[in-house]
């Protein structure tokens, strides 16, 4: 009986400690544990110019196959032709547009569409040949050649002429594009000229005589206390409501790319050639640390976006779609 007895109890040991064993090397429950994310596919529009460069570092993660979704991003010339019909169709989820067209959109489309960050603020400069134009006030009884009369350019400068009491001291002559009076203002032309980057580095690289006399961006922010809004990225509302972890992870990837380009100029600039962003590495370098790119979200976003809008509105309301946003415009996720 002994002995049967404590071969009982050396089994019950051994089993004990096997179990022990077990319990200190067997895997935890994973029942609780986050689901590993799955890529979306999502189709983006940007534009070659200033509002594409903070996509750049995004496109080339994409195509490295780094990326954290399945993008495929299509480089736009053209906004009104090329994204505004894929925007109001859905065939875009997200795209890179300027500012008020994003309104435009969402009274097009009965609030379809939100805007989820700010990516561009002002990039419009005058450019004078000589030294006598240092403020607004400088530009009394003198004439100013600009372009995109009938649409936020001419707003930004009509706003600005108005504050500076020069309403009626400044004769403003309109070129038809951007090509048009860059091409004059680089062959001696013109003395004064008002125009967007990157077209005010490809003028001043061609002609050594013109010099960057005002920004914009500083006079509007000096007359508002507020930041002028170019571009920004809106996404499809219905597609953010369904796949927000998506949209989160496209807003993480997309500031890193835009704070890539902030602080890594001279890759962004080649990325920016091989993506056709902007034509040449060397003007996209000379050209990104005054094209004002930024990634502004939340409150601060709603606040200068809608102080922008209000002043394209009261130009002419139709600029932004006949009306202003509601609320449910500014993406708060």
């Known amino acids: 009986m002994k002995k049967t007895l404590s071969i009982f109890l050396a089994i019950v040991m051994l089993l004990s400690l096997a179990a022990c064993g077990k319990s200190a090397t067997e895997t935890p429950s994973t ?52 994204v505004v019909p894929s925007v109001v169709s859905g065939n875009f989820q997200i795209a890179s547009v300027p500012v008020n067209l994003a309104s435009a959109l969402y009274n097009k489309t009965n609030g379809g569409v939100q ?105 509007f922010e000096s007359a508002t ?35 890539f380009a902030v602080n890594n100029v001279d890759e962004a600039a080649a990325l920016c050639e091989t993506y056709s962003i902007i034509p040449k590495a060397a003007m996209a370098k000379k050209a990104i640390p005054n094209c004002n790119i930024v990634y502004i979200t939340g409150e601060e976003m709603k606040k200068s976006v809608s102080a922008n809008l209000q002043i394209f509105f009261d130009a002419d309301p139709k600029s932004i779609g006949g009306k202003m946003p509601a609320d449910d415009f500014y993406y708060a996720k």
């Open 225 to 259: 206390n507020l930041t002028l809004i170019q571009g920004c990225v809106i996404a499809n509302k219905d597609f953010c409501e369904k796949n927000p972890e998506a949209v989160k992870k496209f807003l993480e990837e997309y500031k890193a790319s835009i704070d």
């Open 31 to 82: 029942s609780n544990a986050p689901a590993e994310y799955k890529a979306v596919d999502i189709n983006v529009a940007t534009l070659a110019g200033p509002t594409g460069v903070g996509m750049a570092k995004l496109m080339d993660m994409q195509k490295n196959g780094q990326a954290a979704n399945n993008y495929n991003i299509t480089l736009c010339s053209d906004p009104a032709t090329e």
């Open 115 to 219: 805007i989820l960050a700010v990516n561009t603020a002002g990039v419009l400069y005058i450019l004078e040949n000589g030294n006598e134009i240092n403020s607004f006030a400088d530009l009394a009884g003198k004439t100013l050649y600009a372009t995109g009369q009938g649409s936020t350019p001419e707003y930004i400068l009509n706003y600005l002429l108005e504050k500076n009491g020069l309403t009626d001291k400044v004769t403003v002559e309109y070129e038809a594009s951007h090509d048009e009076l860059a091409a004059k203002a680089a062959a001696g032309k013109v003395k004064i000229a008002m125009l967007p980057e990157p077209k005010v580095t490809a003028t001043l690289m061609q002609n050594k005589d013109m010099r960057r006399a005002i920004d914009l961006t500083k006079e």
